[in-house]
């Protein structure tokens, strides 16, 4: 499977936007890129994901580099409940897994009020 | 539209004894996919079923663990004779469709304690 590269933590402050970076150098032009995140004590959740263009939804942005060797989730007014691990992860349908998720150590994002 | 159930969501065993942890996907959803996060680590995947079928069981332990989807009813994930390494967090996944464009959707987990 592609792997990806993740920042293991990161702070930011309540009410301001957060730029959450992910390399994944060893893409492959059929792989998409889906970020998860997990609160404390709770099952991961599903935030976005894209496969080229730039991708919006309720919860964030995603920002896909040009070559898609990285990516940037973006989370635009972060408030104390986005306070949770970000998992950035590559769909790979070649590699073991069976398309199941695989998830690595992901960001630790901490929100200071 | 319920999300995935779990259940239940504390279970606790003795070492020796059988886990059965239960999964209800969402509405809809026939594949489910099976994790495990061990006391700070990430998720590993164990296990992927669709309806009565094993598509892939590359993540499960050789032994003690098994997994099943039945035509009716929930996934189940059993672990016999279990130890105390087994303690952890399982989390159960669901999708509608097997494709590399869809999102997955996870129930709260269950957390094994084994004493």
């Known amino acids: 499977d592609a792997k990806t590269t993740q920042p293991n933590s990161m702070e930011s402050n309540e009410e301001e936007p957060v730029h959450l970076p992910c390399n994944h150098s060893?893409?492959?032009?059929?792989?998409?890129i889906h970020w998860y995140r997990q609160l404390p004590s709770q099952g991961p959740e599903y935030v976005i994901h894209?496969?080229?263009s730039n991708v919006n939804n309720r919860m964030a942005s995603l920002a896909i580099a040009e070559d898609r060797k990285s990516s940037t989730l973006i989370l635009h007014r972060a408030t104390l409940r986005d306070a949770a691990v970000y998992y950035c992860?590559?769909?790979?349908?070649?590699?073991?897994?069976?398309?199941?998720?695989?998830f690595g150590k992901g960001t630790h994002l901490i929100i200071q009020p | 539209n319920a999300g995935v159930m779990q259940n239940p969501r504390h279970l606790v065993r003795r070492r020796g004894q059988e886990a059965r942890l239960r999964c209800s996907p969402m509405?809809?959803?026939?594949?489910v996919y099976w994790y495990r996060q061990l006391p700070e680590e990430g998720l590993k995947f164990m296990v992927y079923?669709?309806?009565?079928?094993?598509?892939?069981e590359s993540g499960m332990p050789k032994e003690r663990f098994s997994a099943e989807f039945p035509k009716e009813g929930p996934s189940i994930l059993r672990i016999q004779q279990v130890v105390r390494g087994d303690s952890a967090a399982y989390f159960c996944?669901?999708?509608?469709?097997?494709?590399?464009?869809?999102?997955?959707?996870f129930g709260q987990g269950t957390r094994l304690t084994v004493v």
């Open positions: 996944a669901s999708s509608p469709r097997h494709n590399l464009n869809t999102e997955a959707f």
């Open positions: 060893t893409i492959s032009g059929t792989d998409y």
């Open positions: 894209g496969l080229t």
């Open positions: 992860i590559l769909r790979d349908g070649a590699g073991g897994g069976a398309d199941g998720l695989t």
């Open positions: 509405k809809g959803h026939s594949h």
């Open positions: 079923l669709q309806k009565e079928n094993i598509i892939d």
